[in-house]
């Protein structure tokens, strides 16, 4: 069994930053890459960024590139997503994912690719 926690949401100023974290246990975390996604009220989940299982390729969506850096500590189990400039309609649950089959190690950007999720944590920021 597979189990992801993410932590380190909360409230921040618009520009502010925050940085969230996704601890993994139940599989071999190393070798899988890991996606952040974010789900505003009302709207479908979406692709925010995804690191493959050594760090070396990222992929972000076009809104968030120079702002956001996703990072992975195979050591520790843990990925990582750093939001700097957060802008108010950037207010959602974020959630991470471990992605499974058979490219499981490489970056993807569709939910579909992912089979294990956290139960996210709340980023809110205000104008």
């Known amino acids: 069994q597979v189990q992801l926690v993410e932590s380190g949401g909360g409230l921040v100023q618009a520009g502010g930053s925050l940085r969230v974290s996704c601890a993994a246990s139940?599989?071999?975390?190393?070798?899988?890459?890991m996606g952040w996604f974010r789900q505003a009220p009302g709207k479908e989940r979406e692709f925010v960024a995804v690191?493959?299982?050594?760090?070396?390729?990222?992929d972000y969506r076009d809104s968030v590139k120079g702002r956001f850096t996703v990072s992975r500590d195979n050591a520790k189990n843990t990925v990582y997503l750093q939001m700097n400039s957060l802008k108010h309609e950037e207010t959602a649950v974020y959630y991470c994912?471990?992605?499974?089959?058979?490219?499981?190690?490489?970056?993807?950007?569709?939910?579909?690719?992912?089979?294990?999720w956290g139960q996210g944590t709340q980023v809110t920021v205000s104008t």
């Open positions: 994912a471990i992605r499974g089959g058979t490219y499981y190690y490489t970056p993807s950007r569709s939910r579909q690719e992912y089979d294990y």
């Open positions: 139940g599989r071999t975390f190393s070798s899988h890459a």
């Open positions: 690191i493959s299982w050594n760090g070396d390729i990222t």
